[in-house]
């Protein structure tokens, strides 16, 4: 039962929203984190990153930095994914706020939110790729490409009770990465 629910061709990432790195600012400060975050930034950079606001286009040049500072924290990869979906759903919720709370009422599931992926990125990146695929009733694999540092999949747990996501190791590379989701 593996089909296609929707593609994007990958294209090279120019930018994202500013909510993103905005979103990852805010939760390094609620967990105590933000100054060694902050001691990390690009000098250059860190200026623009640190003043900018939710909402804008960021160029893609920002984001790379702002995620190089993240790496070089040095957190566990089990901190690295709980920072990046907190982070997520944050920004979920505040760039599709009112989207998600129709939407529960309206009783969607996550593959009306899969299948309508290529919108919401679309709205959040300019440039970057991905295949959604479906493995079960319950399970989707989600390949991204040409964007080294996302991770999509907290925004799918606002609409199901559990969500469970895996990385596939051997379809991990430097330009993205394979997740397999399944939720209850």
């Keep these: 039962m593996s089909d296609v629910v929707t593609v994007r061709q990958p294209t090279e990432l120019r930018a994202l929203r500013s909510t993103v790195v905005v979103s990852g ?19 250059k950079m860190r200026d623009q990153i ?5 909402g804008t286009w960021l160029h893609v040049r920002f984001a790379l930095a702002h995620f190089a500072a993240v790496d070089a924290i040095g957190m566990t990869n089990d901190e690295s994914f709980d920072v990046g979906a907190t ?3 944050r920004f979920g ?10 939407a529960r009422g309206a009783g969607v599931d996550p593959w009306t939110v899969l299948g309508m992926y290529d919108r919401l990125w679309g709205r959040s990146f300019d440039g970057g790729g991905f295949v959604v695929t479906r493995v079960g009733p319950k399970e989707a694999s989600v390949d991204i490409s040409a964007m080294p540092f996302a991770r999509h999949h907290a925004l799918l747990s606002l609409f199901a009770h559990t969500l469970y996501v895996r990385e596939v190791p051997r379809k991990t590379h430097d330009e993205g990465f394979r997740m397999r989701i399944s939720w209850v």
């Excluded at 600012?25 to 000098?43: E, H, K, T």
């Excluded at 640190?50 to 939710?54: D, G, P, Q, R, S």
């Excluded at 919720?93 to 129709?102: D, E, F, P, S």
Aim: positive net charge; hydrophobic residues 55%.
């Design 87 to 89: 982070s997520a759903r």
């Design 25 to 43: 600012i805010a939760v390094f400060r609620a967990r105590g984190i933000f100054d060694a975050y902050s001691a990390n930034l690009d000098p």
């Design 93 to 102: 919720q505040t760039l599709w706020g009112a989207v998600i709370r129709m």
């Design 50 to 54: 640190l003043t900018t606001v939710a």
